[in-house]
């Protein structure tokens, strides 16, 4: 495809500096275009990896901030006044996509419906949004609510977005009615779990144990919640009951590529073929 003078130029920038090269999104952004255009595709350092440290965003120089289209991050944050920064900004790709690692993650949490029922566990699920038949095509159960699911599962393995519906979800009213010595696994996001309510379960013996792969602050602040204090100090009463593994369910070779191929992917399909994959806006969060 023929690219003139006229044909429009994206300039996409990945902030953090995660990579050492461009051939992976050079090829992404530049395989089968449906239209001409050209990429300007940038990276800076403000948070490389193996540091903690996270430089400001004034440090990218202005001629670059002012043509940027697309932004990449991974541990960054953008604060309202840090989008002003980028008056050119139409898309910010996180790079901790819904669909990378999934594989890496369901094995973490023996969690995937079809990978319970090879287990011959009795599978049980409530989501909302799923179309009827859904539960019917794998062959796993549907609760009608999500109390009914609480009440009739010995494990509950958690998998939805955080979100202003499912944040603090699993509180105490919904880890009570578990049967006792229920377990409960989390590794979608630690914003759905409040922690007071499991250390609250823990103790009374409602919740036989808890394996977190997330945690409602990450990095974790000090000083710690009561119940993350406990397992550091390795207190009797929580002794083998519950596992933190601090976001590392995703970690594998094949998911670290996967982040960088799929963020590559939405960016091209958000900014440049103006399709909606992934999109989140703000009435969604």
């Not at 901790?96 to 594989?103: H, K, V």
């Not at 973490?108 to 095509?137: C, E």
């Not at 808890?210 to 000090?222: N, Q, R």
Request: aromatic share 8%.
């Amino acid at each position: 495809m023929a690219i003139s003078a006229d044909s429009p130029t994206y300039t996409i920038l990945e902030a953090d500096g995660q990579y050492p090269d461009n051939i992976l999104e050079d090829r992404i952004f530049n395989e089968s275009p449906g239209h001409p255009y050209k990429i300007h595709f940038l990276r800076t350092s403000l948070a490389p990896v193996g540091t903690a440290y996270l430089k400001p965003w004034t440090e990218i120089p202005k001629e670059i901030r002012d043509e940027v289209d697309g932004l990449m991050i991974l541990k960054l944050y953008l604060t309202a006044e840090d989008v002003e920064l980028f008056p050119k900004l139409k898309v910010v790709v996180r790079m901790g996509l819904p669909d990378y690692g999934t594989e890496d993650v369901a094995d973490h949490a023996v969690a995937a419906a079809l990978r319970a029922k090879a287990f011959g566990w009795n599978v049980l699920f409530h989501d909302p949004y799923l179309p009827n038949g859904a539960d019917k095509s794998i062959g796993v159960e549907r609760t009608k609510d999500i109390k009914e699911l609480f009440r009739r599962s010995s494990i509950i393995s958690v998998h939805c977005p955080a979100t202003r519906e499912t944040r603090g979800l699993v509180n105490y009213d919904l880890l009570s009615i578990l049967p006792r010595g229920a377990v409960l696994v989390n590794t979608a996001r630690g914003e759905i779990v409040d922690l007071d309510s499991v250390e609250r379960c823990l103790r009374e013996n409602i919740l036989a144990g808890a394996g977190l792969d997330v945690l409602p602050t990450e990095p974790i602040e000090e000083p710690a919640h009561s119940l993350i204090q406990a397992y550091r100090r390795k207190e009797d009463w929580l002794t083998g009951r519950l596992v933190l593994t601090c976001h590392t369910a995703f970690y594998s070779p094949s998911s670290l590529q996967e982040i960088r191929e799929k963020s590559a992917q939405t960016m091209r399909e958000v900014l440049i073929d103006r399709l909606k994959s992934n999109v989140i806006t703000p009435d969604m969060e």
